[in-house]
């Protein structure tokens, strides 16, 4: 770049954002325009499925929060989810700005209308394909990224000075105009006088309703733009210094069309809103809602990674049975897993991942389930996990169980990465097995503790249980940890010491918590329970005040605490290693992402795929859910035996937080998050409390990068280009690329480093033609030193999606219209019946459903021609209209409606636009309007 420098001293100064700011500031961002929409189209959709379910739907009040939408919609259990879906889809529109800063598609600049339209409708295939899979988090991930190029449309083109006051439908679809382009050479602006830019659109673009937008680049005397053009404006943008000067964005309120600012940022909010309707629309109302994290039920996975192999039956007999139980105690209640989730393996075999959110049919599949084979005795558990990470919503809790050691043990990093990107915990159940050995004795088989260690370093690093019992122990144990799977459950304190040690540990137990427990693991541990009014109990007293109950199989104890609110302390005392975990049920819980401010020319903060970076500063974006009085205080990474690392906590507005540590820890660590909510309803004073998270994580030397926003196309070679670099000390790295569905890959494995310096790799991935639209595949690519001392990661969730040449919604021809309406409604009917079909082209129509109308509809195929639906409806004249929805097998949504009454507009304008040609229009309009709805339209 030959002026570098000059370069380098703008980025420095200039951190606005290229787009809506991409933080909260007293203009709207992106991310306010994201959320508003999600909020308002989740509200429609709640209001549509009470109605449906005829039951009463109370809107919340303005403005909309995540809590109180999650209420309206009567699934407050949900709230974390809800937000936890919400806060994904904005980081990844935030991205957006950090990593394609400087393409022009990706921004709607410089009259890039046919690329940024293309960006937009080929990410909204995706999400559709993705969300027919139930692969939300992939669906989520490419709905942020096509939102912020959506979003910003109505801030960079001249859509909202034409006048328009509607969004552009045009923008979410592919086989119409986007608008009425102008070529190169036609110039667009004059200069703004001075300050003022409010009329430097030429009034012929205006007049003719030419839709543009302006041109946008960063490097002093280096950026162009063609004669006549409109710039984008403001100080990063150089191209606004070359005449004509000035600019049209309306980005905030200080832009050059910052006057504009609010009309473009509600049309930013009114065209999310569309864009999500057709995804609703493609989706059905269920599984929309399930894409933005709202579910009946209690929004958790009940997920189970189960050894098959032939040693195995009476495991897979307390599988059945325990989830037998969960789902006999809780289908109907909040409590109900949303989802289940199964994976078995085996060796050589695992998997596939078994996923339905139907009880009856998981316990059909439980009950399939048979233990056969296994070789040796080393099975691929592992692999099976690696496979459930992937699949199961982040912050599940997954139970595995085996009785064998791990065959797949060069998994283990992987697996951890995957851990700590989705936040998951992990219990595992390692039973005895029983053995014949040589003279035909049964014996009992322990694992060596060299196996176990494995297992209990993953349980122990998500924050979960490694319970090892005999397996007349394991229905117990099983049964003691599973009931404690609430949709609220909260974490209040977890640690642990290995060697074992002496540690006095403090947790605050809040007024909101109910149900407090203390899990310990390990072997010969005593300790003793000290209340917040200072009586103590110890392990040995069966008699004492404050636990109510204890349970202990195998090398796992259970205790339940009488509920006191305030400070407790727990006494530890063992030498042998030991995990300790405090829980709870409240609704107030945190989330968040390790993010890192951005060096690029609109600063911002990117989510990080990959562990920090260890012993610098580092940041984190918290946010507290369940609540919208409560307040961060503090946040502090804890790490085990040493001192806390407390963070400045800066508040960011949306219930979001931005925490600053001067370091990040080499070793494992945790964060702990304080807070306060000053206007509970449960108690007239303040409430104080604590949460940590489950997950132990690690900061590293070595930083990865990698992009992989495009699609994978089954049958092609996919390449995901990475960089690696260390401030360690350089040498030969090892490099592991990993994929969830074992694909083809090639990738390095080995690259060698020089200390702060970027080296280059590329990872192949080859999904087999077979594979399903809408799947996805987690790519992790792993660095590791020389010595093994430091590992780094990035996990990559890449969308597999089949070239859609369907574009266009199915069709509805009217067969017949027949009514007796008459002057008292409820003693007349209406009945009409339509024939859908999506064109010799086309997909085929995937569903038709009554958006509008209190009458009864039945759908059948045509016989002999499966591409063909035929819709009846009937209906009281008292519900004088219809509307269909109907939907392809890629998701182009269409609608038509119906009405007996004559020349009712909906009725005929959607007959004309879809069934009719120019010819028959015409006839239509010579011989009235009456005559044709009483015969019909063939
Ligand atoms: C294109 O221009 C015509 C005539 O100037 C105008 O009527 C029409 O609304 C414009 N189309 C759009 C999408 O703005
Ligand atoms: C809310 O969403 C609906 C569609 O569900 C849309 O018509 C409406 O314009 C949106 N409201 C706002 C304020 O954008
Ligand atoms: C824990 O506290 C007790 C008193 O409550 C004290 O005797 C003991 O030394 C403390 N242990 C540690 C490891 O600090
Ligand atoms: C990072 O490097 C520093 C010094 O070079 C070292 O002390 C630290 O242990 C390293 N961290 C990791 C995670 O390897
Ligand atoms: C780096 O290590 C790998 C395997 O450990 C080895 O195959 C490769 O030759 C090494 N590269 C160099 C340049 O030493
Ligand atoms: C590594 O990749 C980056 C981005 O793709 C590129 O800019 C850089 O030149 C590459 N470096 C080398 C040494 O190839
Ligand atoms: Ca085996
Ligand atoms: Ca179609």
Same mark, same amino acid.
């Given at each position: 770049m030959p002026s570098g420098s000059a370069v380098l001293c703008l980025l420095l100064l200039h951190t606005g954002a290229h787009g809506f700011g991409i933080l909260p500031d007293e203009a709207e961002s992106h991310l306010e325009i994201t959320e508003r929409a999600i909020l308002n189209v989740t509200v429609q959709v709640c209001r549509a499925i009470a109605l449906a379910e005829g039951t009463d739907f109370t809107p919340p009040v303005q403005p909309f929060t995540v809590e109180n939408v999650a209420i309206a919609c009567n699934t407050p259990q949900s709230s974390k989810t809800f937000r936890q879906a919400i806060q994904l889809i904005t980081l990844m529109n935030v991205r957006v700005d950090i990593r394609h800063a400087l393409n022009a598609s990706f921004h709607f600049d410089d009259e890039n209308f046919i690329q940024g339209r293309k960006i937009i409708t080929a990410g909204l295939q995706a999400v559709k394909a993705s969300n027919k899979q139930e692969n939300y988090e992939a669906a989520r991930q490419k709905l942020g990224e096509i939102l912020h190029t959506l979003q910003d449309f109505y801030s960079h083109s001249n859509w909202v000075e034409l006048g328009k006051i509607f969004p552009n439908p045009n923008l979410i679809r592919s086989d119409t105009s986007v608008g009425n382009l102008t070529d190169e050479s036609t110039a667009t602006c004059r200069s703004c006088d001075g300050d003022d830019c409010t009329n430097n659109i030429l009034e012929v673009i205006i007049n003719e309703q030419i839709l543009i937008s302006g041109y946008f680049g960063i490097v002093p005397l280096v950026s162009v733009k063609p004669k006549g053009k409109?710039?984008?404006?403001?100080?990063?943008?150089?191209?606004?210094?070359?005449?004509?000067?000035?600019?049209?964005?309306?980005?905030?309120?200080?832009?050059?069309?910052?006057?504009?600012?609010?009309?473009?940022?509600?049309?930013?909010?009114?065209?999310?809103?569309?864009l999500l309707e057709d995804i609703r629309g493609a989706a059905g109302d269920k599984e929309f809602l399930q894409m933005v994290g709202i579910s009946r039920g209690s929004s958790k996975a009940l997920c189970f990674v189960v050894d098959t192999t032939n040693s195995m039956r009476d495991d897979i007999e307390a599988v059945r049975s325990v989830t037998s139980s969960i789902i006999d105690s809780e289908v109907g209640t909040e409590n109900e897993p949303s989802l289940y989730i199964l994976v078995p393996f085996n060796d050589p075999e695992f998997g596939p991942l078994i996923k339905t959110t139907d009880s009856a049919v998981f316990k059909t599949i439980l009950n399939t389930l048979q233990e056969s084979g296994g070789g040796d005795d080393q099975e691929l558990s592992l692999s099976g996990l690696q496979l459930a990470l992937s699949g199961a919503p982040s912050s599940s809790e997954i139970f595995l169980f085996t009785d064998a050691p791990a065959k797949d043990t060069h998994l283990k990093s992987t697996v951890m990465a995957l851990i700590e990107r989705t936040q998951t915990v992990v219990n595992f159940f390692i039973t005895d097995s029983v053995v014949v050995n040589r003279r035909r004795r049964r014996q009992t088989r322990r694992l060596s503790a060299s196996d176990a260690q494995l297992y209990r370093d993953l349980a122990q690093m998500s924050g979960g249980q490694a319970v090892e019992v005999t397996k007349s122990e394991l229905p117990a144990a099983v049964s003691l940890i599973t009931e404690s799977t609430s949709p609220s459950l909260v974490t209040l304190l977890q640690a642990a010491r290995n060697p074992g040690k002496a540690h006095n540990f403090t947790f605050i137990v809040d007024e909101t918590v109910t149900n407090l427990r203390v899990y310990i693991t390990g072997s010969s541990i005593t300790f003793t329970v000290i209340s917040p009014? /200072? *009586?103590?109990?110890?392990?040995?007293?069966?008699?004492?005040?404050?636990? %109510?109950? #204890?349970? &202990?199989?195998?090398? $796992?104890?259970?205790?339940?605490?009488?509920?006191?609110?305030?400070?407790?302390?727990?006494?530890?005392?063992?030498?042998?290693?030991?995990?300790?975990?405090?829980?709870?049920?409240?609704?107030?819980?945190?989330?968040?992402?390790?993010?890192?401010?951005?060096?690029?020319?609109?600063?911002?903060?990117?989510?990080?795929?990959?562990?920090?970076?260890?012993?610098?500063?580092?940041?984190?974006?918290?946010?507290?859910?369940?609540?919208?009085?409560?307040?961060?205080?503090?946040?502090?990474?804890?790490?085990?035996?040493?001192?806390?690392?407390?963070?400045?906590?800066?508040?960011?507005?949306?219930?979001?937080?931005?925490?600053?540590?001067?370091?990040?820890?080499? /070793? *494992?660590?945790?964060?702990?998050?304080?807070?306060?909510?000053?206007?509970? %309803?449960? #108690?007239? &004073?303040?409430?104080? $409390?604590?949460?940590?998270?489950?997950?132990?994580?690690?900061?590293?030397?070595?930083?990865?990068?990698?992009?992989?926003?495009?699609?994978?196309?089954?049958?092609?070679?996919?390449?995901?280009?990475?960089?690696?670099?260390?401030?360690?000390?350089?040498?030969?790295?090892?490099?592991?690329?990993?994929?969830?569905?074992?694909?083809?890959?090639?990738?390095?494995?080995?690259?060698?480093?020089?200390?702060?310096?970027?080296?280059?790799?590329?990872?192949?991935?080859?999904?087999?033609?077979?594979?399903?639209?809408?799947?996805d595949v987690t790519l992790t690519i792993e660095a590791e030193a020389p010595d093994r001392s430091d590992t780094n990661y990035i996990v990559l969730r890449i969308s597999i999606v089949n070239t859609v040449t369907d574009f266009t919604a199915p069709v509805c021809e009217r067969l017949s219209l027949q009514s007796n309406c008459s002057e008292n409604c409820s003693l007349s009917s209406w009945s009409v019946s339509v024939r859908v079909s999506d064109g010799a082209d086309g997909t085929g129509v995937d569903r038709v459903t009554l958006k509008q109308g209190n009458g009864t509809m039945n759908t059948s195929l045509l016989p002999g021609n499966e591409n063909i639906t035929l819709v009846s409806y009937n209906s009281s004249c008292c519900s004088?209209?219809?509307?269909?929805?109907?939907?392809?097998?890629?998701?182009?949504?269409?609608?038509?409606?119906?009405?007996?009454?004559?020349?009712s507009s909906g009725a005929l304008s959607a007959a004309i636009r879809v069934t009719l040609s120019p010819l028959l229009c015409f006839i239509m309009v010579v011989f009235g309007l009456h005559k044709l709805t009483e015969v019909g339209i063939k």
């Open positions: 409109c710039s984008h404006g403001g100080a990063v943008d150089q191209t606004s210094k070359l005449d004509p000067k000035g600019g049209i964005n309306k980005d905030t309120f200080s832009s050059n069309h910052g006057h504009l600012h609010t009309a473009a940022a509600n049309m930013a909010v009114a065209a999310t809103s569309g009014t /200072g *009586e103590s109990q110890q392990s040995s007293d069966t008699s004492g005040s404050l636990i %109510s109950a #204890s349970q &202990s199989v195998g090398n $796992f104890k259970s205790l339940q605490l009488n509920k006191q609110a305030g400070m407790w302390e727990i006494n530890m005392v063992s030498t042998n290693p030991y995990t300790l975990k405090v829980i709870g049920q409240s609704s107030i819980d945190f989330l968040f992402d390790f993010v890192e401010v951005s060096q690029g020319p609109f600063g911002g903060f990117d989510a990080l795929d990959t562990r920090p970076r260890a012993g610098v500063n580092g940041s984190l974006l918290v946010s507290l859910t369940g609540s919208n009085s409560a307040t961060v205080t503090a946040v502090s990474l804890v790490e085990s035996g040493a001192e806390e690392i407390r963070g400045v906590v800066v508040p960011q507005g949306s219930g979001n937080f931005l925490v600053q540590v001067d370091r990040i820890p080499s /070793g *494992e660590f945790s964060v702990q998050v304080k807070g306060r909510d000053d206007s509970s %309803s449960s #108690s007239s &004073s303040s409430i104080i $409390f604590q949460r940590q998270s489950s997950t132990n994580f690690r900061g590293s030397n070595i930083t990865i990068t990698a992009d992989s926003n495009s699609i994978l196309e089954p049958g092609t070679p996919f390449s995901v280009p990475f960089s690696v670099m260390t401030s360690g000390t350089g040498g030969n790295f090892t490099i592991r690329a990993t994929n969830s569905r074992v694909f083809d890959s090639t990738s390095p494995t080995s690259l060698i480093l020089e200390t702060g310096k970027r080296t280059n790799g590329t990872v192949t991935l080859s999904a087999p033609l077979n594979t399903p639209s809408g799947s004088p209209e219809m509307q269909l929805q109907v939907v392809d097998r890629v998701g182009n949504v269409g609608s038509c409606s119906y009405s007996f009454r004559e020349g």
